[in-house]
């Protein structure tokens, strides 16, 4: 039977052994020739290497869930085997790398940019296990996001946009947290900021307002 399942657009990589195996260049550039389905004969063809190293490899892959089975053919007397990638893209978890993972309670400086990346880390940790949850569940994650860029004039206007970035926050925080609801659910925010990186020939633009992500299902 064919397996017609469309590739997730991205996978959160949260176990130590499953990074380990993605962590090798001709592995991910497997990876990156499947994403279209193929056997170990094509790839090694595309690859130029022995059809018995790119099968060692794929076994690998497969047994961390990054390949899976698309369906057989038969060839003669043998059976080949069509896999594709389970994902477009990936992303490893802090939570990877166990007791070194980016924990944002460990930075005191709460204005560097350590503790910002270390913020973003912990969202993609909790969203990694929330998005197991969901998968098992049969749901979709509800999710919010919003991203934009503002050129500032001046670190004054950058520190105002601050401040009142800071203020909406807080009102709104004030306005929707209901501690007492006997439904409610805790949802978690946070806002970075960062400069953007220096793009050569870029014409200058007006202020873009919020790009607004597709919210997921309620889980």
Known sequence: MKNTS?????????????AATLL?????EILEKLGEPESASGLARR?????????YHLRELEKEGFVELVEERRR????????????RSYVISPEALGGLGSDP???????????????????????????????EA????????LTSEVRFASAEERNGFAEELATTLARLTAK????????????????????????ENRKPAAGRGPSRGRKGEER
Do not use: W
């Open 6 to 18: 469309a590739a997730r657009p991205l996978d959160v990589i949260r176990r130590r052994e499953t």
């Open 24 to 28: 090798q260049p001709l592995r991910q």
């Open 47 to 55: 690859l130029g290497l022995p059809r018995q190293k790119v099968n």
């Open 76 to 87: 003669g007397n043998c059976t080949e085997r069509i896999v594709k990638a389970t994902a």
């Open 105 to 135: 309670e460990r930075i005191q400086d709460r204005f560097s940019a350590a503790y910002l990346v270390a913020t973003a880390g912990q969202a993609v940790r909790d969203i990694g296990e929330m998005q197991g949850h969901a998968e």
């Open 138 to 145: 049969g749901k979709r994650l509800a999710t919010l996001t």
């Open 176 to 199: 929707y947290h209901d501690e007492t609801a006997p439904r409610g659910r805790r949802f978690r925010f946070f806002v970075g900021g960062y400069p953007g990186p220096v793009e």
